[in-house]
C-alpha cells in the first residue's frame, strides 16, 4: 500500500511539473534569448571600435533603449515595422556602393563570405543588423519585463518582435543599397532558390531605388553534395531574373560562382567539385612524393581560394 501510495505522489508531482511548463509557455516559439541587453550593448561596441569604426561614434545605450521601447509593454502579435523607426535612425550608417549582398536560404554561408563587411556588406554586416542576428526577443502586454519563455512564430502571428524588426531592417538595406548589387541563392534549397515569398520578394526588392543601381549580379550556389534544383535561368531563378528584368534592371546570373564555391569547398577538400587540375605541361610538374601530395594540394588549394578572396574584395 505504501509503495502504491508513492508512485501515485509521484505520478502527480511530475504530471504538476509539466503542466506548469505547458503553462508557463504561451507561443509556439522559444523565449527572448538569455543576456540579451549585454549580448545586443556588447554587439554595438564591438561594431564601432573593432568591426566597421567607420560608421563614427554611437550611443549603444541609446540604441538599447531604442530598441527595446520598440516591442516592450505590448503585445507581443501588435508590434509593427515602424516600431523600430527610431532604433534604425540612430543605428544607421551609409552601406557602401558596390557592396550590398543579399540572400536567401544560405545565412551562415554569408556570413562567412562577407567576412564582416570587408568583402560585402549584407544587412547583418551593417550596425542595425549586427546587433540582433541571431537573437530572439519579445515582451509582454501591461508589463516592462520580457518572455524568457516563449515568442510568438511567424504562424502565430506575423506582426511578432522579431519578424517586424526584420521588415523594417530590410526595407531600410534595400532603400540604401546603389552601385552594383549581389543577391547570393542557394541552388540546392528545398523549394527552389528564390523563394516568391519572403524577406527578399516582399521587402526587399520593392524598396530598391533604381536610380541608384546600376546591375544586379545573381550568384546561384549549390550546396557541396547536395541537389542541383535550381540554375541560372531555370525554375525560380528564372522567375526573380524575369522579374527584375520587368522592373528594367541590367541582370546578369553567375552558377557556382567560384569564390563562394571555393569557401564551401574548405569543408570538402576532397569532394569531386572541390578538386583542381592543374594546367601546367607535364614537363613542368615536379614529381609529388605519396606521402607530402594531400598536403602538398591542400596548400595550393588554401592559396587559390585566398588569391579569389582578395580579387573579389578588390572589385
Known amino acids: 500500500m505504501k509503495s502504491l501510495f508513492l508512485s501515485l505522489l509521484l505520478v502527480s508531482i511530475l504530471f504538476m511539473n509539466s503542466f506548469s511548463e505547458v503553462r508557463g509557455r504561451k507561443w ?7 543576456n540579451l541587453e549585454s549580448i545586443f550593448i556588447g554587439r554595438c561596441y564591438d561594431y564601432i571600435r573593432i568591426v566597421n569604426p567607420a ?16 516591442f516592450i509593454n505590448k503585445h ?11 532604433f534604425i535612425k540612430l543605428a544607421f550608417h551609409t552601406i557602401p556602393a558596390n557592396k550590398s549582398l543579399f540572400w536567401e536560404n544560405n545565412q551562415l554561408l554569408v556570413k562567412s563570405f562577407t567576412s564582416g563587411a570587408r568583402r560585402y556588406m549584407s544587412l547583418s554586416d551593417a550596425l542595425f543588423g549586427f546587433v540582433a542576428d541571431f537573437l530572439i526577443w519579445c515582451g509582454q502586454a501591461n ?21 517586424s524588426f526584420w521588415r523594417m531592417a530590410s526595407i531600410t538595406y534595400a532603400q540604401h543599397s546603389s552601385g552594383v548589387i549581389h543577391v547570393l541563392l542557394n541552388g540546392s534549397a528545398e523549394g527552389g532558390a528564390y523563394p516568391v515569398k519572403g524577406f527578399f520578394a516582399d521587402y526587399e526588392i520593392p524598396n530598391l531605388q533604381k536610380d541608384k543601381i546600376s546591375k544586379i549580379v545573381i550568384w546561384v550556389v549549390d550546396d557541396i553534395q547536395g541537389p542541383d534544383r535550381d540554375s541560372c535561368g531555370k525554375n525560380t531563378v528564372k522567375i526573380l531574373e ?14 557556382n560562382y567560384k569564390p563562394v564555391l571555393f569557401l564551401l569547398c574548405v569543408d570538402y577538400p576532397d569532394d569531386s567539385n572541390c578538386i583542381l587540375s592543374s594546367s601546367a605541361p607535364p614537363a613542368q610538374r615536379r614529381p609529388i612524393s605519396s606521402d607530402r601530395g594531400g598536403s602538398w594540394n591542400k596548400l595550393m588549394f588554401v592559396s587559390l581560394v585566398g588569391f579569389l578572396f582578395r580579387s573579389a574584395s578588390v572589385y
Open 28 to 34: 509556439k516559439g522559444e523565449g527572448t534569448t538569455q
Open 55 to 70: 560608421v563614427g561614434e554611437k550611443n549603444c545605450l541609446e540604441l538599447w533603449e531604442a530598441f527595446r521601447n520598440a
Open 76 to 86: 507581443p502579435c501588435n508590434i509593427l515595422p515602424k516600431d523600430y523607426e527610431l
Open 143 to 163: 508589463s516592462t519585463g520580457l518572455d524568457y519563455e516563449s515568442c510568438p512564430t511567424m504562424e502565430e502571428c506575423e506582426n511578432n518582435a522579431v519578424d
Open 242 to 255: 524575369d522579374r527584375l528584368k520587368a522592373l528594367g534592371y541590367d541582370v546578369t546570373c553567375t552558377d
